[in-house]
C-alpha cells in the first residue's frame, strides 16, 4: 500500500480543498501516490 506521511496526507487534502488539481489522478501523480490512495485520504478527513 501506497503512503504518505502525515504531513504530506495533510498537504494532499490541502492542495484538493484549494482545488491546485483539477483531477484526484494528477492529485496522486503530484504525490507520487495512485488514485485509489488519493481516495482513500480525502476520505479519512471527512
Not at 480543498?17 to 492529485?27: D, F, N
Request: glycine share 6%; net charge positive.
Amino acid at each position: 500500500m501506497q503512503q504518505c506521511q502525515p504531513d504530506q496526507a495533510e498537504a494532499l487534502r490541502q492542495a484538493w480543498k484549494e482545488g491546485k488539481y483539477p483531477s484526484k489522478m494528477a492529485l496522486g501523480k503530484a504525490f507520487g501516490i495512485s488514485r485509489q490512495a488519493v481516495y482513500r485520504y480525502l476520505q479519512v478527513s471527512e
